[in-house]
């Protein structure tokens, strides 16, 4: 959830889409196959824990490289999120701090490469993404009623570690979201249970996914019209879903869908204008049946 300051542009004017939904099924599951006809072994992924609190993250300081499933619990009070972002070569975490005291959006030499994207409070959320060696920082963008999170504390480094072990086996994904300029579509609806959602950025710019659980008899209208004033409680839940990832890049999601209505919302600041994606039609509701 990057940024929700420029909320008040969009009231009154985003279009929201609602899916059509084709009879697109997934394949059924393959088992891989090893010539002598055994099933090979499924390597799992690193898992990593990170909370994150009023105002700073909780998190190992080095892990191994690879595939690694992070698991983020928002001790709250406030709303947060995961960012992570990784550093050119030769870049420290005292770079991107002197960085981001400019205003502006984050220096060229970083690269959102995901992470778990923000869950209310007393919740947890997770993303699964592939990690290169190299230097990393974990961020926080969200700035609901007040300066970015990252200015108050909310930016921690992390370097992740060369690892010789076994390549990790992907996660099975239910359904795949392709992140467009500016839209999201998915590769076929998304049915209620414990579902994994591939997330791929086909697009130019930086796209999230924002997973909000919409209050019974509420539309992402409302949640959004939400957001501008805060005024009581949040016609709705945040899930989490998957923080930025840069063109080209995928990773992973699992979230618990009961019946009903959802919003699929896009935060990152517009490359041209700055203003959050959704104003430029990246917000979504749908339904799980
Ligand atoms: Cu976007």
């Known amino acids: 959830m990057a940024s929700v300051k420029t909320v008040g542009l969009i009231a009154g004017s985003v279009a929201v889409a609602t899916l059509s939904f084709g009879l697109a099924f997934a394949a059924a599951p393959s088992r891989a196959m090893s010539s002598a006809g055994v099933s090979a072994p499924v390597v799992k992924a690193h898992v990593v824990r990170v909370t994150g609190e009023d105002f700073k993250f909780d998190a190992p300081d080095v892990i191994p490289a690879g595939l690694t499933e992070f698991r983020f619990l928002n001790k709250g009070p406030a709303l947060h999120h995961m960012q992570l972002l990784k550093l050119a070569d030769g870049k420290t975490i005292d770079a991107l701090r002197a960085a981001l005291a400019n205003p502006g959006p984050p220096p060229a030499w970083v690269k959102q490469v995901g992470g778990p994207n923000a869950p209310d409070p007393g919740l947890e959320s997770n993303a699964t993404v592939m990690l290169e060696p190299g ?33 990790a086996t992907k996660p ?41 659980q919409l209050a019974p008899g509420t539309s992402v209208g409302d949640f959004m019209k939400w957001i501008e004033k805060m005024d009581g409680p949040p016609p709705g839940k945040a899930l989490g879903g998957m923080s930025g990832l840069e063109h080209g890049l995928s990773g992973y999601f ?36």
């Not at 970015?148 to 060369?162: D, E, I, Q, Y």
């Not at 919302?265 to 041209?272: E, G, R, S, T």
Request: glycine share 8%; hydrophobic share 40%.
């Open 254 to 289: 699992t979230a618990d869908f009961t019946p009903g209505n959802y919003a699929l919302i896009c935060f990152v600041p517009d490359a041209k204008d700055g203003k959050p994606h959704f104003a430029h039609g990246m917000i979504q509701q749908i339904t799980v049946n």
């Open 135 to 167: 230097n990393y920082a974990l961020i926080c963008f969200v700035d609901i009623g007040g300066p970015p999170h990252f200015m108050k504390g909310m930016v921690r480094s992390l370097r992740v570690a060369r690892d010789n072990g076994p390549a």
């Open 172 to 212: 099975r994904a239910d359904v795949t979201a392709t992140l467009a300029d500016y839209a999201f579509k998915l590769s076929s609806p998304i049915r209620a249970g414990t579902r994994t959602i591939r997330v791929y950025n086909a697009a130019q710019q930086p796209h999230e996914i924002e997973l909000v």
